[in-house]
T-cell receptor, first 114, second 113 residues
Framework: DGGITQSPKYLFRKEGQNVTLSCEQN?????MYWYRQDPGQGLRLIYY???????QKGDIAEGYSVSREKKESFPLTVTSAQKNPTAFHRC?????????????FGEGSWLTVV | GNSVTQMEGPVTLSEEAFLTINCTYT??????LFWYVQYPGEGLQLLLK?????DKGSNKGFEATYRKETTSFHLEKGSVQVSDSAVYFC????????????FGEGTQLTVNP
């Protein structure tokens, strides 16, 4: 089946640890995105990538890092510098950068700091 | 910068009632507009979209019209069902802003039988 796969679905992290959330898509999409969803705040953009080997900061990139070494993969690392890491993280992708094309979302990864 | 404002929720309706969820936006140029829906326990999925002024997006009985003059994209449904209970997100996408989606806060809809 085609789609966007995020893993793990649930992750617990100790304070001071870095963790990496995986996002893989087999839709042959050029553009990929990471959003963070907090209760009552909608989704906010962390990082995005319009093409392999290129990525840009979104609105709330502090404490996060990404890489885009392959078209189908866009992993997100939550570093110890992220002050409020407990949140729902959603990966997304779209065919390209043109605004009319739909952005598709993965099922999300819930990260909890303990 | 771009922004999207949705009516505050939560919204609670009885089955077969008329639904309107207001959405207004701020953007330069001509963004594309979207409504996404998140059903309980499921992922975020596209409900409908409109890519230019006066376009009407429609799906599953829901409709929204892209109004450039009022910068609005209100979601409507003539007769809601219990199965429409979900969180609804209005969003815009613009190439000049890196082609990312800018979301509203989301509106929780509960439909009672």
């Amino acid at each position: 089946d085609g789609g966007i796969t995020q893993s793990p679905k649930y992750l617990f992290r100790k304070e001071g640890q870095n963790v990496t959330l995986s996002c893989e898509q087999n839709l042959n999409h050029d553009a990929m995105y990471w959003y963070r969803q907090d209760p009552g705040q909608g989704l906010r953009l962390i990082y995005y990538s319009q093409i392999v080997n290129d990525f840009q900061k979104g609105d709330i990139a502090e404490g996060y890092s990404v890489s885009r070494e392959k078209k189908e993969s866009f992993p997100l690392t939550v570093t110890s510098a992220q002050k409020n890491p407990t949140a729902f993280h959603r990966c997304a992708s779209s065919l390209d950068r043109f605004s009319g094309n739909t952005i598709y979302f993965g099922e999300g990864s819930w990260l909890t700091v303990v | 910068g771009n922004s999207v404002t949705q009516m505050e929720g939560p919204v609670t309706l009885s089955e077969e009632a008329f639904l309107t969820i207001n959405c207004t936006y701020t953007a330069t140029g001509y963004p594309s507009l979207f409504w996404y829906v998140q059903y309980p326990g499921e992922g975020l999925q596209l409900l409908l979209k409109a890519t230019k002024a006066d376009d009407k997006g429609s799906n599953k009985g829901f409709e929204a019209t892209y109004r450039k003059e009022t910068t609005s994209f209100h979601l409507e449904k003539g007769s809601v069902q219990v199965s429409d209970s979900a969180v609804y997100f209005c969003a815009l996408r613009q190439e000049t802003s890196g082609s990312r989606l800018t979301f509203g806060e989301g509106t929780q809809l509960t439909v009672n039988p």
